[in-house]
């Protein structure tokens, strides 16, 4: 993906979410990334082959998509390496900043007609979202079926493409 893209990216993910990030630019004669913060952690990222400050910084290819902690610093005279890095920009602003879930906790909503709700056998039943215990993906999400007793290791998670909301 194109750096000018990535910047495009970022600024809009934190936008959908109330939030003006400050995406700065490499500096001269420094380590060629581009980096934001939010709360305590630091994203980043570099243009393959190219400083980040001449001309044409726009059209490079972007790589080097990485995570860590603000106060927490690489030491090149051993052999620590702060944070982790990630495959794309998605990942990174999401390590950042989750995505809201779909559907949120006390909504009641039903199972769609779907192959996957089919064989998991909640396709038009209807339940109540509840709080996911231990975080988990946006994408997924914990459901108290309606009629249907507790089973002794807990409500599974399902996926929110599976659900639609109930009238």
């Known amino acids: 993906m194109k750096a000018i893209n990535v910047i495009k990216k970022v600024k809009s993910h934190f936008k959908k979410q109330g939030i003006d990030i400050q995406i700065y630019p490499p500096r001269k004669g420094g380590n060629y990334k581009w980096t ?30 990485h995570v860590r902690h603000s106060t927490d610093h690489s030491d090149i005279q051993s052999d620590y390496f702060a944070g982790s890095f990630r495959k794309n920009i998605s990942q990174v602003c999401e390590s950042l900043l989750s995505t809201p879930p779909k559907y949120s906790t006390g909504q009641l909503v039903r199972g769609k007609q ?20 231990g975080g988990g993906s946006n994408s997924n999400i914990t459901v108290s079926w309606l009629n249907r007793e507790k089973p002794s290791y807990g409500w599974l998670s399902h996926s929110a493409l599976d659900l639609e909301l109930a009238n």
């Open 114 to 133: 779907t192959k996957r709700a089919i064989r998991h056998g909640i396709n038009g039943r209807v339940g109540l979202v509840i709080p996911t215990i």
């Open 36 to 65: 934001f913060q939010h709360g305590d952690n630091v994203g980043s990222f570099s243009a393959n082959g190219h400083n980040g400050y001449g001309e044409g910084w726009e059209d490079a290819d972007t790589t080097g998509f």
